[in-house]
């Protein structure tokens, strides 16, 4: 059963970057019709792609947030990272790992979801 | 604001039929696959409907999806208490050329 963790820190200040990983595991990260996407949700609103990424490391981003993010991908160690930087109050959410697929919004693996927030 | 369009709410008593609403475009809706996730409360959202209409293994068949032009709908039957959740439609979008959500429905079984 493949799973994904998130982990990196809970609390970033303002205009600093954002730093997050999810591990993969149960299953491999280097299928050729696999994406590994990050999603987040701000406390009480809805869900908001931010990009995703392949094995090989082709990237696509929401063009909202493409200016200030990173997708990375690891396969040695079954993992990508997200890294979002500049960011502001507005950038507190659940940020979310999943599994996905280029030209489809099928999110068919989760992470658990990480609480980020943005404070001094 | 969100790409595609939700009921921020819906209601309906247990054993009753509801159905959840997402208006799109062209761009997304209109012309690919429809995407429905469902999100209990501090847990991470789950696919409950893939391809507009299929459901993966495991999921009731209480649960139907539909499509239409640049519409979809989610149709729950035979309400239970446990289907009080928030409910997301999600769509690739060719246009941003990327997934989309819709802002969410929360359905509240009375």
């Known amino acids: 059963q493949l799973q994904l963790q998130e982990s990196g820190p809970g609390l970033v200040k303002p205009s600093e970057t954002l730093s997050l990983t999810c591990i993969v595991s149960g299953g491999s990260i280097s299928r050729s019709s696999y994406y590994w996407g990050w999603i987040r949700q701000p406390p009480g609103k809805g869900l908001e792609w931010i990009g995703s990424i392949s094995y090989s490391g082709s990237t696509y981003y929401n063009p909202s947030l493409k200016s200030r993010v990173t997708i990375s991908v690891d396969t040695s160690n079954k993992q990508f990272s997200l890294r979002l930087n500049s960011v502001t109050a507005a950038d507190t959410a659940v940020y979310y790992c999943?599994?996905?697929?280029?030209?489809?919004?099928?999110?068919?693996?989760w992470g658990q979801g990480t609480l980020v927030t943005v404070s001094s | 604001q969100s790409v595609l369009t939700q009921p921020p709410s819906a209601s309906a008593t247990p054993g009753q039929r509801v159905t959840i609403s997402c208006s799109g475009s062209?761009?997304?809706?209109?012309?690919?696959?429809v995407y429905w996730y469902s999100q209990l409360p501090g847990t991470a959202p789950k696919l409950l409907i893939y391809?507009?209409?299929q459901r993966p293994s495991g999921v009731p068949d209480r649960f139907s999806g539909s499509k239409s032009g640049t519409s979809a709908s989610l149709a729950i039957s035979g309400l239970r208490s446990e289907d009080e959740a928030d409910y997301y439609c999600a769509s690739w979008d060719h246009s941003l050329s990327g997934q989309v959500f819709g802002g969410g429905t929360k359905l509240t079984v009375l």
């Open positions: 062209s761009s997304n809706i209109g012309n690919n696959y």
């Open positions: 391809r507009d209409d």
């Open positions: 999943a599994r996905c697929y280029y030209g489809s919004a099928e999110f068919d693996y």
